[in-house]
């Protein structure tokens, strides 16, 4: 199995629309998680969210699609929660998601690929953090211990085996129109679990 930073290293080689891709296709794994908490909290806008990765897609498929980001940035900055008014777990990854979807407007927006790197790295975070969360009654005494229960947990070895089938998905596509946007939301579906595992809601 490919190591994290060779899933990233491999990520940073291909194109800036192939990257663009990627990311947008692991903010589709992340949404349910900011979905939820707005659904479970009555805050925020479980709506937004998926608008915004909506119009993403539509730039990327359609190359002349007029879409105001920095509006989105502002909307998306408005329902984003603040961590310290929440004592639940799930406040951490809907500011994931957030803030993984603002950077992805700002990789458009400013041609930065390294932005969409970004995007692969949170969606690995927030799984960190779940497992460390999980692991919080365990008998754990050094942070190298810890890094390691990370790293081979499950859940772990399943994302970063998502990135890599994602960047040998991608790879080969030249361009990006309708099919390959339902290949890859097709691809989504077919995992059936956001990045923390959940089982994603079946249109």
């Known amino acids: 199995m490919k190591s994290k930073a060779n899933n990233f290293q491999t990520m940073r080689e291909l194109s800036f629309y192939q990257q663009a891709a990627i990311a947008a296709t692991l903010l589709e794994r992340m949404l349910p998680n900011y979905q939820l908490f707005a659904e479970v909290t009555q ?46 777990f799930g406040v951490y990854p809907a ?25 692969a790295k949170i969606s690995q975070a927030t799984v960190a953090r779940l497992i460390e969360h999980e692991s919080i009654d365990d008998d754990i ?10 790293r081979e947990h499950p859940l772990m070895q399943y994302e ?8 040998e998905l991608v790879t080969p596509l030249k361009q990006f129109g309708r099919e390959e946007r339902q290949l890859l939301q097709g691809w989504v579906k077919e995992q059936g679990l956001t990045n923390l595992g959940m089982e994603l809601e079946q249109d």
Request: net charge negative.
């Open 43 to 88: 805050t925020g806008d479980a709506e937004l969210p998926r608008h915004i990765l909506t119009l993403i897609w539509e730039w990327l498929t359609v190359k002349k699609a007029k879409i105001n980001f920095a509006k989105l940035s502002e909307e998306l900055e408005a329902v984003t929660p603040e961590i310290s008014h929440y004592d639940i």
């Open 95 to 119: 500011v994931d998601c957030a803030t993984a979807l603002d950077m992805m407007l700002s990789g458009v927006s400013q041609q930065d690929a390294a932005e969409f790197i970004n995007v």
């Open 141 to 150: 005494t050094t942070e190298a211990e810890l890094k390691k229960i990370v």
């Open 160 to 167: 970063m085996d998502c990135l890599a089938e994602l960047i």
